[in-house]
């Protein structure tokens, strides 16, 4: 049995008197892809943002690597071992490549006191963070491009930078928020590509558009309506479930 890494119990996220996100489950286990699918409006950003804290639950719990996160800031939860990306790419366009995933990578490093004397870091911890940057940059595919201004590189390759400034931070637990969105075939194969590279390691949700990456990636799926789960299983249950191709997937998927 795969480890259960993240767990949310009955998550509830109201805004006023629209329920946002209304008694949601999900559990995310090491060496799955789980995608979390839906129409516009159905609730998965909202469900991201409070797994990732960017938003505190009217009422639920989330436990990440077996502690109870729920309420914790976004900075405390990604220390704990969840990283994420964002619907819009989230990066710095004047800096390189290498400058990118180091300052990501510098964040993890616990915060001291102020003291003028820690402006002279050691060299040991300077390579902790180079390797932490070498690593994340291979494994997201941008080794060629690690000296490259990320204003200059694909709009497929900044999406594998941000990818690649989270694993500069370590997690176990990476939560993709439209990882796809606006690439071409080729680049739509590269990230394919780097998730499946990612998914041993890590447990992953996946919020993406793109049906036919979900279903080639997805291990589960449950998919949203309306802020609330109609269905979960794997991608052939819910490819033959009436009600999720009557509510989102349609004819094409049937």
Not at 76 to 102: A, C, E, H, M
Not at 184 to 190: L, N, P, R, T
Not at 200 to 207: K, N, R, S
Request: with cysteine; proline share 4%; charged share 20%.
């Amino acid at each position: 049995m795969s480890e259960l890494l993240l767990s949310a119990k009955q998550l509830t996220k109201r805004f006023g008197g629209l329920a946002a996100v209304n008694d949601v489950s999900v559990n995310l286990h090491r060496g799955r892809i789980h995608a979390v699918i839906g129409p516009n409006g159905a609730g998965k950003s909202t469900l991201t943002n409070l797994l990732s804290g960017d938003l505190p639950p009217t009422s639920g719990r989330i436990e990440l690597n077996g502690q109870d996160i729920t309420g914790w800031s976004p900075e405390r939860i990604s220390r704990q071992g969840l990283g994420r990306s964002y619907q819009k790419t989230n990066i710095f366009l004047p800096f390189s490549v290498w400058d990118n995933v180091r300052l990501a990578a510098q964040s993890r490093e616990r915060q001291l006191p102020f003291n003028p004397l820690h402006w002279f870091t050691s060299a040991a911890r300077m390579s902790e963070v180079n390797a932490r940057c070498e690593r994340a940059i291979e494994l997201a595919g941008l080794t060629e491009r690690t000296h490259q201004i990320a204003a200059a590189i694909s709009h497929g390759e900044q999406r594998q930078l941000e990818v690649a400034m989270t694993l500069a931070t370590e997690p176990t637990v990476l939560l993709l928020d439209e990882p796809l969105a606006g690439m071409g075939a080729a680049e739509a194969e590269s990230m394919v590509a780097l998730l499946q590279r990612l998914k041993p390691e890590h447990a992953i949700m996946l919020v993406e558009h793109d049906m036919d990456a979900v279903f080639a990636l997805a291990d589960v799926l449950t998919v949203m309506v309306n802020g609330q789960v109609i269905a979960s299983g794997t991608p052939e249950q819910i490819r033959n479930d009436e009600g999720v191709q009557a509510a989102y997937l349609g004819e094409e998927h049937a």
